[in-house]
Structures are given as structure tokens and as C-alpha cells.
Nanobody, 123 residues
């Protein structure tokens, strides 16, 4: 059984930084991608960043590129999302997920999700 547990969210001011963590238990597949998505109230869940577990290759949504960094620690089975220069529009619940599909931006293709961690950015 695969479980994902996010942590690290909080309430910050615009311009501040946060680091989110997602710890995985169980082994999902031989090859997979882990990603961060976010969902604001009344909006669709949207892609933020993804990392290929085997080789560390990354991809980002344009709205966060240059401000957010996704990384992984294979020994700790943990994925991180370092968020710098946070903006009010980054406010959302952040979820991590796992997919074996290459189209990492599509939330419908994810096999496992965590319960999310709330990030609130105020001006």
C-alpha cells in the first residue's frame, strides 16, 4: 500500500519562502514520477512541478519556474518543493502525487495522492 504524506505548509508573507515535503511509504512502481499540484478554492487542481524518481529529471509550470525547485532524497523516500519569493496567487492546498505516465501535467493520470498541505501567502 502506497501512502503519501505532505508537510511544511503554513501562513507567510509575500516574498517569503517555504519548503514542502512529501514522504512516501511503500513502493509504487519500478519507474514513476512524483509531482506537486495545487488547488485553490473553486479552482481546478493545477500542475506545479514534477520529478522523475529514477534520474531526477524535472519539469515546472511556467508560473513557478525560477521560484520553485523540486528535488528528491531517494534514501528518505521524500520529495521536496522549495518555494521562494512566494506570491499571494500561490495560496492553495498543495498535493503530491505519483504517476507512471509521461504526461505529468495531467492530474487525471495520477495513481496516488496525499491529503495536502495548506499554503497561505498574504500581502
Amino acid at each position: 500500500q502506497v501512502q503519501l504524506v505532505e508537510s511544511g505548509g503554513g501562513s507567510v508573507q509575500a516574498g517569503d519562502s517555504l519548503r514542502l515535503s512529501c514522504v512516501r511509504s511503500g513502493r509504487p512502481f519500478a519507474n514513476y514520477h512524483m509531482a506537486w499540484f495545487r488547488q485553490a478554492p473553486g479552482k481546478e487542481r493545477e500542475f506545479v512541478a514534477a520529478i522523475t524518481w529514477s534520474d531526477g529529471g524535472t519539469s515546472y509550470d511556467g508560473s513557478v519556474r525560477g521560484r520553485f525547485t523540486i528535488s528528491r532524497d531517494t534514501a528518505k523516500k521524500t520529495t521536496y518543493l522549495e518555494m521562494n519569493n512566494l506570491k499571494v496567487e500561490d495560496t492553495a492546498t498543495y498535493y503530491c502525487g505519483i504517476t507512471i505516465e509521461g504526461r505529468v501535467i495531467d492530474s487525471r493520470l495520477y495513481n496516488y495522492w496525499g491529503r495536502g498541505t495548506q499554503v497561505t501567502v498574504s500581502s
